[in-house]
């Protein structure tokens, strides 16, 4: 039985199922891992997919009144139940990986406290030994490095690795779990729309995101911009608490992490704690009118020039190119 | 109501890290003269408390200040915003990187001295240490309901609605049992400037200091600390030249070659 094991929510959608994937892939490093899908009813898509990324168990945790539930509060219950009723992970320290993002590092707290484990957290990179698993952290806003060593487990952790590479035909052994324990009632939230009307960070191509140094105005044009190029709004820290944009559209190491094809950053410095929001793969194209500012250090095209003249001619050329 | 205010401070990343080390046992050293200030999760906890009270003067707000580097300036500039009672919090051990000994730390001290505190306010990140995992382990060992990611509170017919957004929706909860709340940064909590007569009040004020302890748990060490390593980018930036017409045709002509749909 392998020490390394995915457990992954389907309610949190097909980007979740891959960054986790991604990560165990990632971290197993050839080993052989297990991968837990928890849901209402199973997947054999899915299931098919953890198989096609490496995983030789595949565990379909079905609890038929999680519903649509992605709450982790509601989701911990079920979890540990599935994972109480599995074969014991082995001897060594086990490792637990859960999908990457906020929720994900929720859950992974609440299982361990619940398994009385190791609340690993956001890693930067895992590593198992014959006796542990070491963890690495960003710590000081991403200034310093901090290794955790887990010595008794289970472990549980999140790490971003990308996504996952395809082995057509590869197959796995497939085991259903049902699960009854009574479930927590979840908060009784009133929705109310919130205006947002272009798509999510989650997923997006292209992310055109602005900085401290652009205003409401600016804003109004990088939205357009978004809208123009079929791609989405972000914004760095100073720019959420500016109130240019909703914290939901804050990229950087407490916000979200992207990874579009390109990044369109306008008004951005290029702070360490706002690039650790941006995936190494995306391309960054960075509009700013200090030519000495970091953004260029790490953008593969520049333009030196302030926002307030750029963006409307950018908006001028688009326009003029759409054919007809 | 009566609100407790659990606040961590970070290094002000404007500045560059003062030295940081781990000791032989294992105990992070901090040298020279860190620059230690609100971060902004914890600025918006602290908003979001002073606007309740604003609403409701009755309001109580205790607030517990992590004990560290500088403390003495940080608790003066939290005092400006005159909490009703204001403490240094120090952990023994202190390990903010095990978010479970810290959860169970902060715990046993708000049960038996903040029992009555019907909303804990907490920044989703407590200090530099924390990745988000304390706020949602303080609130499990408390036994409390959890919002996480809070943006927003207001007094709405004589109850209190905390609001935070996800995708689309605005989502609120009306707060009717003890909560810990994890806020994060919106322009609607950002922190207001303190009155200078209070600036002048807090800095003869002063501070008593409180300890939150519990058995060293095993199983989990810190077993090293070094400078971030610096990641490798792609980068190689090419300057697009010309006047601002010609950079934005030259843009227009890139995205268009990367396959951009517009």
């Not at chain 2, 918006?44 to 009270?53: F, G, N």
């Not at chain 2, 949602?136 to 207001?154: E, I, P, W, Y």
């Amino acid at each position: 039985m392998s020490r390394l094991l995915a457990v992954i929510p389907q309610a949190w959608g097909d980007q979740a199922l891959e960054a986790a994937l991604g990560a165990a892939q990632h971290v197993s490093a050839g080993e052989s891992y297990a991968v837990v899908l928890v849901s209402s009813q199973p997947s054999a898509e899915h299931a098919q997919l953890a198989a096609r990324a490496g995983a030789k168990l595949v565990y379909q945790a079905v609890h038929a009144a999680l519903g649509e539930c992605d709450e982790p509060q509601v989701l911990v219950v079920a979890i540990a139940e599935a994972l109480r009723a599995i074969p014991r992970l082995g001897s060594e320290v086990p490792l637990v990986l859960l999908p990457p993002g906020p929720q994900g590092e929720e859950l992974a707290a609440l299982l361990a406290d619940c398994l009385d484990g190791q609340a690993l957290g956001r890693c930067v990179a895992l590593r198992l030994e014959d006796d542990a698993v070491l963890a690495e952290r960003a710590a000081w806003g991403g200034r310093m490095r901090l290794v955790l060593r887990a010595a008794s487990g289970p472990a549980f952790a999140c790490v971003r690795a990308g996504r996952p590479q395809l082995k057509a035909g590869a197959s796995a052994d497939l085991f259903d779990l049902e699960l009854h324990g009574s479930l927590p009632k979840a908060l009784t939230l009133d929705k109310r729309e919130s205006g947002q009307r272009l798509p999510p960070l989650e997923g997006a191509k292209l992310v055109v995101s602005g900085g401290r140094g652009v205003n409401e105005q600016g804003f109004a044009l990088l939205e357009e911009l978004a809208l123009s190029l079929g791609g989405t709004l972000g914004g760095s820290l100073p720019a959420v608490d500016a109130g240019m944009v909703p914290v939901l559209r804050q990229v950087g190491v407490s916000g979200k992490f992207v990874s579009p094809q390109i990044y369109l950053a306008v008004g951005i410095s290029g702070t360490l704690q706002h690039l650790a929001g941006v995936s190494l793969d995306s391309c960054i194209v960075a509009v700013n009118q200090d030519p000495e500012a970091d953004i260029f250090k790490v953008a593969s095209l520049g333009i030196v020039a302030p926002w307030e003249t750029f963006l409307p001619a950018l908006l001028a050329g688009l326009r003029q190119s759409v054919p007809g | 109501m009566n609100i407790l205010v659990l606040l961590a401070g970070v290094a002000d990343i404007r500045f560059p890290l003062h030295p940081i080390v781990l000791s032989s046992e294992a105990v992070i050293q901090e040298q020279g003269s860190p620059r230690r200030v609100l971060s902004p999760f914890d600025e918006a906890a602290l908003e979001i408390a002073l606007k309740l009270r604003d609403a409701r003067p009755e309001t109580q707000i205790d607030v517990l200040l992590l004990d560290g580097c500088n403390s003495e300036n940080l608790l003066r500039s939290v005092a400006a915003f005159c909490p009703d009672s204001l403490q240094c919090l120090q952990l023994q051990p202190c390990q903010l990187w095990d978010a479970r000994q810290t959860a169970v730390q902060i715990a046993g001290l708000i049960k038996r001295d903040y029992p009555g505190h019907e909303l804990i306010l907490l920044g989703r990140e407590l200090g530099d240490l924390d990745e988000g995992s304390i706020a949602v382990l303080l609130a499990r060992r408390l036994g409390r309901a959890q919002l996480a990611m809070a943006q927003f509170g207001q007094w709405q017919n004589e109850q209190l609605w905390l609001m935070r957004e996800r995708g689309t929706c605005e989502e609120w909860l009306q707060v009717d049992q003890p909560l810990l709340a994890s806020v994060t940064n919106d322009r609607r909590n950002k922190l207001r400037h303190p009155l200078m007569k209070n600036v002048m009040q807090a800095k003869r004020m002063t501070f008593t200091q409180v300890t939150a302890s519990a058995p060293e748990r095993v199983g989990l060490s810190l077993s090293q600390l070094e400078n971030a390593p610096v990641i490798a980018r792609g980068g190689q930036c090419r300057l697009l030249s010309g006047d601002i017409a010609e950079q934005a045709k030259a843009l227009v002509g890139w995205l268009k070659e990367q396959g951009v749909n517009s």
